[in-house]
C-alpha cells in the first residue's frame, strides 16, 4: 500500500498555520492612554473618553471602501477553483 505523504504534509502545514493563529492577538481600540492604577472611588472618577454606560470607541469616519478588497476576494476565489478545476481535470486524464 503507497501511502500518500504529499496530503499528509499539506495538511499537517495547515494545522500548524491554524495552531499559529490562534495566538494572535485581537486589536481593541480604547479612547485615550490607560487610566492609571490609583484607588477608584466610583463613578465620578471616570477617565475622558468614558461615560456612564461604558467606554466611547474610537470615530470610524463616513465609511471604508471596500471595493479593492471585494475585487482581490473574488478573483483569488476564481483562480482558487481555477487550481481546483485544473487538478481534478488533472487527476481524471493520468492513467493507472
Not at 26 to 31: C, K, Q
Not at 65 to 75: E, F, N, S, W
Request: no cysteine.
Amino acid at each position: 500500500m503507497v501511502v500518500a505523504r504529499r496530503p499528509l504534509l499539506t495538511a499537517t502545514a495547515a494545522g500548524i498555520l491554524l495552531a499559529a493563529l490562534w495566538f494572535v492577538p485581537s486589536a481593541n481600540a480604547t479612547d485615550g492612554p490607560a487610566a492609571p492604577s490609583g484607588n477608584r472611588s466610583g463613578p465620578t472618577n471616570t477617565s475622558a473618553g468614558d461615560t456612564p454606560a461604558g467606554p466611547r470607541l474610537a470615530d470610524t469616519g463616513t465609511g471604508i471602501d471596500t471595493t479593492p478588497y471585494l475585487i482581490g476576494g473574488v478573483a483569488f476565489l476564481g483562480i482558487g477553483a481555477a487550481f481546483v478545476s485544473h487538478s481534478a481535470r488533472r487527476t481524471e486524464t493520468r492513467p493507472a
